[in-house]
């Protein structure tokens, strides 16, 4: 497995997943979250956060630690 892209949208966001175990360029490891057009919730208009994987990692184990249900 070299390449791997994987997308997923919800109503407001899409994430997208883009891995390449082979290169070790900064960037070729990254999440993206992004906010959808034509939704009204964001007066900014469409926006995107970009993180590594490590990052995006982090930021799991946060939530996941974060948002347990009780």
Request: charged share 15%; hydrophobic share 30%; no cysteine.
């Amino acid at each position: 497995m070299s390449n791997f892209s994987k997308s997923k949208s919800t109503k407001r966001f899409t994430y997208t997943v883009n891995r390449n175990s082979t290169s070790k360029k900064a960037g070729s490891n990254t999440v993206t979250i992004a906010t959808n057009s034509g939704d009204n919730y964001y007066a900014a208009g469409t926006s995107s956060m970009t993180m590594t994987v490590k990052e995006a990692q982090a930021l799991q184990s946060f939530l996941n630690a974060t948002l347990i249900s009780e």
